[in-house]
Every structure is written in structure tokens, then in C-alpha cells.
């Protein structure tokens, strides 16, 4: 099993920014990509970004320029930095990654982000 724990959430305005942090636990033998997604009301959950523990990224076109994904192996986190909100950024976002033998998908609590004046 692996535990993710998310913070950095919160209420910022457009243009504004905000850092979000995942800090994963357990078997972290078992795990490669991590990612964040997000899920806005009434919307299905997407993609936002993912990072190998390589360090290769993966990003949606919608936050390609303004998001950041970056990953610190040596403590297990996985960070997103988000820079030049807009409104439509506001969403739960979840941390997430995946158990390579098993495939079984691992979620984090979830971290609200609100874009609004």
C-alpha cells in the first residue's frame, strides 16, 4: 500500500500562485509516476500533470507553460507549481500514482484550489 498526503491548497486570485505538495509513505518500492489531477464541479476528473521518478514530465495543454511538476526521490514528494492562475484552474486537485506490479491506483484526500477575485 502506498499513502499520499497532500497540502498547499487554498483561495488565490487570477494571476496568482500557489505550490502544491504530495509526500507519499509506505511501499515506495512499488511506485514510479507520480501525478497530480484535478476535478472541477461537475466535471470528470483529468490529467494534470506526471513525473517519472526519472524526471520526465508529462503535461495537459491547458497548464503547459504555467505548471511545473517536480519530484524529490530522497524524501518521496512530488510538487506542483502553479504560476499564472486563471479561474478555470479552480478544482480539487489529487495526487496520484500507481503500484507497478499490481496496477492498483493510489489517491490523495485532495486539495482544493480556488481561483477567484
Known amino acids: 500500500q502506498v499513502q499520499l498526503v497532500e497540502s498547499g491548497g487554498g483561495l488565490v486570485q487570477p494571476g496568482g500562485s500557489l505550490r502544491l505538495s504530495c509526500a507519499a509513505s509506505?511501499?515506495?518500492?512499488?511506485?514510479?509516476?507520480m501525478g497530480w489531477y484535478r476535478q472541477a464541479p461537475g466535471k470528470q476528473r483529468e490529467l494534470v500533470a506526471t513525473?517519472?521518478?526519472?524526471?520526465?514530465?508529462n503535461y495537459a495543454d491547458s497548464v503547459k507553460g504555467r505548471f511545473t511538476i517536480s519530484r524529490n526521490n530522497a524524501n518521496n514528494t512530488v510538487y506542483l507549481q502553479m504560476n499564472s492562475l486563471k479561474p478555470e484552474d479552480t478544482a480539487v486537485y489529487y495526487c496520484?500514482?500507481?503500484?507497478?506490479?499490481?496496477?492498483?491506483?493510489?489517491w490523495g484526500q485532495g486539495t482544493q484550489v480556488t481561483v477567484s477575485s
Open positions: 513525473i517519472t521518478r526519472a524526471g520526465s514530465t
Open positions: 509506505g511501499s515506495i518500492f512499488s511506485i514510479n509516476a
Open positions: 496520484n500514482t500507481r503500484n507497478i506490479y499490481t496496477h492498483d491506483n493510489y
